[in-house]
């Protein structure tokens, strides 16, 4: 028989974490990162969005005749997968380490590394997998 979750199991659940290796930075390296929150996801989107509304804004703005332009500037680019990162690694304590001004300082890292991290973030999310293929899995457990 399924556990029935009560109330308080419910407000004191985990989000799921994981250790991920990062050999590029050094023999025994790892980063913890941790399953976004609703509100982490939600934070992560909304910020995307906002990047292509910029964008799209712009290139609007662009292919006005000169004299009709707002004058927009153009959106600095917007890495998501770094920006997934950011919101993931987190330290002992549960918390993350990175914020969004942060995004620059990966720009420094090793692309197998980032590229490692990233990898496993999605795995960690199921953003590797199709929704529809979750809740058939999920069927067949």
């Known amino acids: 028989m399924a556990l029935l979750l009560s109330r308080s199991a419910l407000l ?3 989000l799921p974490t994981r250790d ?6 050094g023999p025994d390296a790892e980063v913890r990162i941790q399953q976004m929150s609703v509100n982490t996801r939600t934070a992560y989107f909304e910020r995307i969005w ?10 609007f703005d662009q292919a006005l005749p000169a004299d009709e332009r707002k004058g927009l500037t153009e959106p600095a680019p917007l890495d998501m997968a770094i920006l997934a990162i950011v919101h993931s690694i ?4 549960g918390q993350t380490i990175f914020t969004e001004q942060d995004i620059p300082i990966f720009g420094q ?3 197998l590394a980032v590229t490692r991290i990233y990898e ?3 795995e ?3 953003y590797d997998k199709n929704p529809n293929a979750l809740i058939e ?3 067949k457990d």
């Not at 991920?20 to 930075?25: G, K």
């Not at 987190?90 to 304590?93: A, C, P, Q, R």
């Open 50 to 59: 906002a990047y292509q509304d910029a964008v799209r804004d712009w290139e």
């Open 109 to 111: 890292w090793s692309k």
């Open 120 to 122: 496993a973030v999605n």
């Open 20 to 25: 991920v290796p990062v050999p590029e930075m």
């Open 12 to 14: 004191s659940a985990k």
């Open 90 to 93: 987190i330290d002992e304590n």
């Open 124 to 126: 960690i999310n199921h």
């Open 137 to 139: 899995a999920e069927k």
